[in-house]
């Protein structure tokens, strides 16, 4: 029990980090300084958020582990972030595209998790949310901005939809540790999530004037510990000063 | 299973960092435990946040409470935002602050629940944000929704209402930026959350 617990936090944790860690990327190469701005905030956030999921999953699992510790020293094939989150950051209709689908997942899934019975998670949960609504009103007018936008931007966002919506079907792949959760009151019902997250990017698409890519096939695996070819360089570049120098602070 | 407290929240790192500095003081200040609080609150109500100096962490609404845990006193604070940079400096700064006036076991706790809000900024603080340049939260959260941009903000230099939002972030995760158009001048916005 506890055990599905600690897993199913390290999930969300996780898709925090990976996706923060991504985003962070940009800090400094944004397109121009009002969108770099944006980008590094909300990265700051998914990491804050981060920060909170694996310190909560190091005091469920009961083993002594840090946040830092689950950050830095996992390896590979004990992330459990959907794959999504570690594709490279591409170009700034990639980052766009990929960061609307998340942050319209992350909003109805943790505006869900607020009424879980277990009262971190829905303090973590109702604590998100607010950013989650934030995030979600910017990158859900980029969207519109992009895709509306001139033959060049609708191009590369057109590319970038059409490459990231194969990977969207594993946000609502319930497992047995999701049904385990949510059988106690604690996980969401990803169906609804399914539902609510499809009709907001249906609204958006259609606003953006862009047509929603049918799916000739889907990628997944990242719950499972199975890693993009992408994923170890990610790791290798955010793990490297402390697995040179272990427990180093600043 | 019943979770743990979410004060037990983002503590690990905040936790207990005991400075053992030698008498005349004891843990309490030398008082008796009530005004021990009391006077602990004073002195904390005169810590300033880290990025707006103006504001104090009474002012931001972030200090929830003060009690004693046998000989050591517990702060409690909440993050503004989850992933606010300042949270860390605030925390030592607390327990610097306590240190320098005699308490010396002080542990700076995080709690995430009730999630903070701009409703809780104080009406002096708001004054204070304004006169530093900075336009306080309008309205309380409960009435508007975040994704509704903020429109009719008066500048804080020439009062017109005619500005215009230019960027949704700003310097640090509370602020959005704005600019006047009768004035021409940009100006931050505290955001509403
Ligand atoms: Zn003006």
Redesign the pocket.
């Given at each position: 029990m506890s055990s599905d617990l600690f897993q199913y936090i390290i999930r969300l944790g996780d898709n925090a980090l990976i996706n923060g860690q991504r985003l962070a990327e940009w800090c400094g190469r944004g397109p121009f300084l009002e969108e770099d701005l944006a980008l590094a905030n909300t990265a700051l956030d998914l990491i804050g958020r981060a920060r909170m999921l694996l310190s909560y999953a190091g005091e469920v699992e009961g083993q002594g582990r840090s946040e830092d510790d689950l950050a830095y020293f996992r390896n590979e094939r004990e992330f459990r972030n959907f794959l999504i989150m570690e594709l490279p950051v591409g170009d700034f209709a990639f980052t766009t595209a990929r960061q609307f689908f998340v942050d319209a997942y992350d909003y109805y899934y943790y505006r869900a998790l607020q009424d879980a019975t277990d009262t971190t998670l829905a303090a973590i949960a109702a604590k998100t949310l607010k950013e989650c609504e934030y995030h979600l009103r910017h990158s859900s007018e980029w969207m519109v901005r992009l895709g509306d936008g001139t033959a060049q931007s609708q191009a590369r966002l057109t590319r970038a939809v059409a490459e990231l919506m194969p990977f969207t079907p594993e946000f609502f792949a319930a497992d047995e540790i999701d049904q385990v959760m949510q059988e106690q009151g604690i996980g969401v019902d990803l169906d609804t999530v399914a539902t609510l997250w499809n009709n907001e990017v249906d609204r958006v698409l259609r606003e953006a004037a862009l047509a929603r890519p049918p799916l000739s096939f889907t990628r997944g695996g990242g719950r499972q510990g199975l890693h993009s070819e992408h994923m170890g360089f990610l790791l290798a570049e955010m793990q490297s000063l402390q697995r040179t120098y272990p427990g180093l602070q600043w | 299973m019943a979770s743990k407290p979410a004060a037990a929240l983002l503590a690990t790192d905040m936790r207990a960092k005991q400075v053992s500095s030698p008498p005349p003081y004891t843990a309490t200040g030398g008082l008796s435990a009530g005004s021990g609080i009391r006077q602990a609150r004073r002195i904390l109500e005169q810590v300033a946040d880290p990025e707006i100096p103006v504001l104090t962490i009474a002012d931001l609404g972030i200090l929830r409470a003060l009690r004693w845990r046998h000989d050591r006193l517990q702060v409690i604070i909440t993050p503004t935002y989850s992933g606010c940079p300042a949270m860390q400096t605030i925390a030592d700064d607390i327990r610097a602050a306590l240190n320098r006036n005699g308490y010396t076991r002080v542990e700076v706790i995080t709690q995430l629940a009730p999630p903070w809000t701009t409703d809780w900024l104080s009406a002096a603080g708001r004054k204070k944000l304004l006169q530093y340049g900075i336009v306080p939260p309008a309205g309380s959260t409960s009435k508007q929704s975040l994704r509704v941009p903020v429109t009719g903000l008066a500048?804080p230099?020439?009062q017109?209402a005619n500005t215009e939002e230019i960027s949704r972030f700003g310097s640090t995760p509370c602020k959005a930026l704005y600019r006047?158009n009768?004035?021409l001048?940009p100006f931050d916005y505290f955001k509403c959350l």
């Open positions: - | 500048c230099r020439c017109s006047c009768a004035c001048e």
